[in-house]
């Protein structure tokens, strides 16, 4: 089961920092919290993960809450091309990946 | 990153018949591989655990003779829908897990098959 609770919708401004929360306020402390961006009839793209620390790569910032119930999947800069489903999930043992409902982020012009 | 792809894209068949899905690692071996169903405008429902060399793990309510699945090699894994029928039309993915890779990384997802069964 989806052990991850996300708006389902949001809009952003093209060039606008978009804020995505996730609420994971049942996860373990070895799980992992997974960022993974949908766009319409493709298959999942990888963007961020992390376990305690704030991380940042190339595509988006993950700010983890210090007790690791909610975090914030960020995109400085978002584009028209950023305008996709973010699902946010956590990681169980064993490896799958249970997906949740994500949040349907719409960029506009 | 690395690359996972699926064959076919697409595919169109009648009621009745089965259809196969392959999911190759292009760049990277593969101890697991995950299959996933996706109906439209709802979320991804992981459907069995493949892992190579042995039988699939199927999730609850997931029957394993109808979506059989084999994982033969490394870079490999087959998903075939036995006696297809309208409502198993969906949006098939797999993802991919590197092997010898840590408890930490992430899964490489296939671009999806779009099935149809008329």
């Known amino acids: 089961d989806a052990k991850t609770t996300q708006p389902p919708s949001m809009d952003c401004a093209e060039g606008r920092a978009a804020n995505l929360p996730c609420n994971h306020s049942?996860?373990?402390?070895?799980?992992?919290v997974y960022w993974y961006r949908q766009i319409h009839s493709q298959g999942p793209q990888y963007i961020i993960h992390?376990?305690?620390n704030n991380e940042t790569n190339e595509m988006a910032s993950l700010i983890i809450t210090e007790d690791r119930k909610s975090s914030t999947l960020i995109l400085p800069h978002a584009t028209l091309r950023d305008t996709a489903v973010y699902y946010c999930i956590v990681r169980v043992t064993g490896n799958q990946f249970y997906f949740g409902t994500g949040t349907s982020l719409t960029v506009i012009p | 990153g690395a690359v996972v792809s699926q064959h076919p894209s697409r595919v169109i068949c009648k009621s009745g018949t089965s259809v196969k899905i392959e999911c190759r690692s292009l760049d990277f071996q593969a101890t697991t591989m995950f299959w996933y169903r996706q109906f439209p405008k709802k979320s991804l429902m992981l459907m069995a655990t493949s892992n190579e060399g042995s039988k699939a793990t199927y999730e609850q309510g997931v029957e394993k003779d109808k979506f059989l699945i084999n994982h033969a090699s490394l870079t490999l894994s087959t998903l075939t829908v036995t006696s297809a029928h309208p409502e198993d039309s969906s949006f098939y993915i797999c993802?991919?897990?590197?092997?010898?890779?840590?408890?930490?990384?992430?899964?490489?997802f296939g671009p999806g098959t779009r099935l149809t069964v008329l």
């Open positions: 993802s991919a897990r590197e092997v010898g890779t840590g408890t930490y990384n992430e899964q490489f």
């Open positions: 049942t996860i373990s402390g070895n799980e992992y």
């Open positions: 992390g376990l305690k």
